[in-house]
């Protein structure tokens, strides 16, 4: 069976691969299509499912056991996620650890329709969602920027999503959203331009008199005053008697509010809730800022933030309490526990996939360098060049920057670029 043997019957043997080509392509088809079929019809069964494995374990005590079909079995039943991002609280270390489960799921991504924001800072309306993509019968996941609109966003979202959130110290939030959008707050911007001339600091001119360069009637001035009132939709300019009702129907929305100085413990109610591993929720903190773009506050500053963002520090000190009302729901001890092998395993991770940490913009490959603005410097990782393929593709997600991965999610998607921002 030589060579010669071969090239007589090259023909039979041509016809035989092309045969066995032909069948493999039929079967792929077929199964493709019973993929397909499957995916579309069983939103009433997914749904009972996972309304079953709600009632059945809503927190599970002891995590299940590791065998591969329990495991798949157990994410699949998670319910949708409306995550509300707010800015500068740590929104995006979040969103990051939701675009890996979407994407591991393939869940449907509820995307804008340009852009990676929902036409921020207008209200959310449901026509600045894209389009249901083929084979999809809900959205499974929204978590990219918008001001609340509850009533809309329940318009697009399934009625079993789970609503979700994250506030931050309101003075610290304020410090970082005035350094971040200096050129897009309109407020923050004039501020700016005054203090250069006067050569004083930027913050402390705008806080000195805030009301002389913020117009609450100018549009893009949401972020200049309570920006995580603002964002969650509240009235963000002055309290009113409408405030508390409103906040109330906030905390009776939203499953779960996490606390940025509290992070790990909210990682892991977060975790009960949507029935994630430690694994699933091992993080790396994105879109920080580098050291020397963050303005120490004396307590003088201080005191005027917190009082020109009174309602943030009210929507802070509120949720802060409902908080460690679900933590004692929880038990505080276990909470503790679990806080701390989180962060064991998500240590171990972070060495595992990071070689270097706080890395200047300059010296990041494009796939990993965030969105810089004029006023400051965000710092990346540089991920570890001894990886296998499949540890590489779990540790560069971790540290994929949001505008990346969002790009990435939507082609996926859709199969076309992400829109870009209308021409004024
Ligand atoms: C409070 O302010 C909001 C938004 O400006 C308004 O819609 C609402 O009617 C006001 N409520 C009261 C009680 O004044
Ligand atoms: C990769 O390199 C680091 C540091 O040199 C080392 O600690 C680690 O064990 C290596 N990992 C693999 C998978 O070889």
Redesign the pocket.
Known sequence: MGLRWLWRHRVSALLAVLVIFLLLTLLATRSLQNNRTHGLRPTADRRNQRKAAEKHTPIPHQPAKHTPTARAERQRAHPPVVFLKTHRTGGSTVQNILFRLGERESSTFAFPYRTYQFNYPDRFRVAFVDELPEGSSQFDLLCSHMRLDLPQVRKVMPQNTVFITLLRDPIKTFESVFRYHTSTVPAFFSAHRAAASEGKPALKVFLDSPETFWDPKEPGNGLAKNPMSFDMGLNNQKWNGSWPEDLALLEEAFHLVMIAEHFDESLVLLGALLGLEHEDLAYLRLNARAGNSVTELDENIRAKVRSWNVLDTLLYDFFVQVFWEKAAQYGLERLKAEAAQLRDSTENIR??CV?RAAVPPAELEDLLRPRQTESVTIVGYEV?????LQ?QGFCVRMMLPELQYHSHLYFKQYGRDMRAAPAD
Not at 384 to 388: E, F
């Open positions: 060495r595992k070689s570890r060049g001894n990886l296998s540890d």
